[in-house]
């Protein structure tokens, strides 16, 4: 059995190569994350078109997903790095003549009141505000640690005047546009305005935008916000220095239980196997997470610092793979979600597949609705898709169960949709279920689920 929970794999300096790329391909990658927080246009244009020729000469799909920096706030004006104490004074200022170091963003720091909590270095060093002076705050540490120059810096107050979309932000998206990007992922979302301004930047493209959840204004505002994204990514990183990590578990769940009711893709992201980024094996706790992470209902997992950076990253895919094909063993298929009326047909193929002698269930959609809902009720056999949106084809990378998709423009009849079905796949004919969304322009059926056992 083929994994059914997609991996996404990010490059960096030890994958960003032809050999590299080929080899997590074939160990099962199925979308690769470009972080444009690092690299040029030029470098990340040179690196789509490698993941593009690399992945037609395997005859795979393979998405890309351009994951937007956003307004990450960093420390800035450290000379060197400085080690703090519990208890230690300390000034964040714009003015660098007037504070200890600044911030990427000062100009937010006038939004801040005394008994405000400021992290830094992914929550290690926490401060608490205890005075404001207009552009200068200063603080208290409350935790010991090293400062750096570059460090990220988080903060779990509401209300900030950040917008999630910078003039980078905006320039990168219309690259991404410009070069055929699969999915481009938000970072540091508040709010459905966010997509909503993301998406208006779209132009004609069709890419998929996902919503980073890493913002404790995201988590309370996650209902509106999965309702206007095309996929959701549970950002663990950010979200535990901004919510606390112990409160990262169950809102993982929650989180990718609303996606599964909404039937939106849902990433579950990083550190998903932190210690092998330097070592060739995970550790238990590591692998029991990407377990748990799939038994909640994610439809993929994502390998950040593991590939892009790390000594071991064709090891870390087979630890993805491994775990995934075990624990698809005890996976509870066919989820009982009462479907809405949209949903009556996709849910019924899922039903009858478990019931019928079919094969395979196949989707005919042309916007991939349908293939997205037929995939929320988890059926166990395999699903594919056929489409007339050729564009369409990359984006079932990131669909849980999917194994492949074919494009086919135009037919006529169900038995040359079929058969056009077969022979551009490549697999043998057998029974399957076909669950249709779309029928085509000559075609007045309407949607329909079939079990398609004569060829």
């Not at 966010?194 to 930047?201: F, G, N």
């Not at 890419?207 to 916000?225: F, L, T």
Request: proline letters at 5%; charged letters at 25%.
């Amino acid at each position: 059995m083929k994994p059914k929970v997609k991996i996404i794999a990010t490059l960096g300096p030890s994958t960003n190569n032809p050999e590299s790329v080929s080899a997590l391909i074939d160990k099962g990658v199925n979308v690769f994350r470009l972080n444009f927080s690092y690299g040029t246009h030029q470098e990340h244009e040179k690196t789509i078109r490698l993941i593009r020729e690399i992945s037609s000469k395997k005859g795979r799909l393979v998405g890309i997903l351009q994951d937007i920096c956003g307004p990450k706030i960093r420390i800035r004006g450290l000379k060197k790095p400085v080690e703090v104490f519990r208890g230690d004074v300390l000034k964040v200022s714009s003015d660098l003549q007037k504070g200890d170091f600044s911030i990427s963003y000062p100009e937010i720091l006038s939004d801040f009141q005394k008994g405000d909590l400021i992290f830094f270095a992914d929550g290690t060093v926490q401060s608490e505000v205890i005075d404001t002076d207009k552009e200068t705050l200063t603080l208290k540490i409350l935790t010991k640690g090293i400062l750096k120059e570059g460090k990220g810096v988080n903060f779990p107050k509401d209300g900030l005047s950040l917008n999630a979309l910078t003039k980078k932000d905006q320039e990168d998206i219309r690259f991404g546009v410009k070069m055929n990007i699969d999915f481009i992922a938000i970072s540091f979302v508040s709010s459905e305005k966010d997509i909503i301004e993301a998406k208006s930047l779209l132009q004609d493209s069709d890419a998929w935008i996902v919503a980073k959840i890493e913002r404790k204004s995201a988590v309370e505002e996650i209902d509106k916000i999965i309702k206007v994204s095309d996929a959701i990514m549970v950002a663990r990183g950010d979200l535990g220095a901004e919510i606390g990590l112990s409160r990262v578990p169950t809102l993982q769940k929650e989180i990718i239980a609303k996606s599964n009711m909404e039937g939106k893709p849902v990433i579950t992201a990083t550190q998903m196997l932190t210690s092998m980024i330097n070592s060739p094996y995970p550790t238990r706790a590591e692998v029991s997470d990407i377990a748990n992470a799939l038994l909640d209902g994610t439809d993929a997992v994502m390998l950040s610092d593991e590939t892009a950076i790390g000594n071991y990253p064709l090891e870390a895919l087979d630890v993805i793979v491994e775990t995934i094909k075990e624990t698809q063993k005890s996976y509870p298929y066919h989820k009982n979600f009462i479907p809405d009326i949209k949903e009556a047909f996709p849910h019924a193929a899922s039903n009858l597949s478990e019931k019928l002698p079919a094969s395979f269930c196949v989707a005919l959609t042309r916007s991939g609705y349908t293939l997205k809902h037929l995939s929320k009720f988890r059926p166990q056999k395999p699903i594919y898709c056929i489409t007339p949106t050729l564009s369409l084809l990359n984006k079932t990378t990131l669909i849980w169960g999917v194994e492949g998709g074919v494009y086919i423009k135009e037919f006529y009849t169900e038995k040359e949709l079929v058969d056009k079905f077969f022979q551009i796949s490549g697999i043998k004919p057998q029974p399957f279920i076909l669950v249709t969304g779309y029928l085509g322009e000559k075609i007045s059926q309407g949607r329909s689920v079939r079990f398609i056992s004569r060829f």
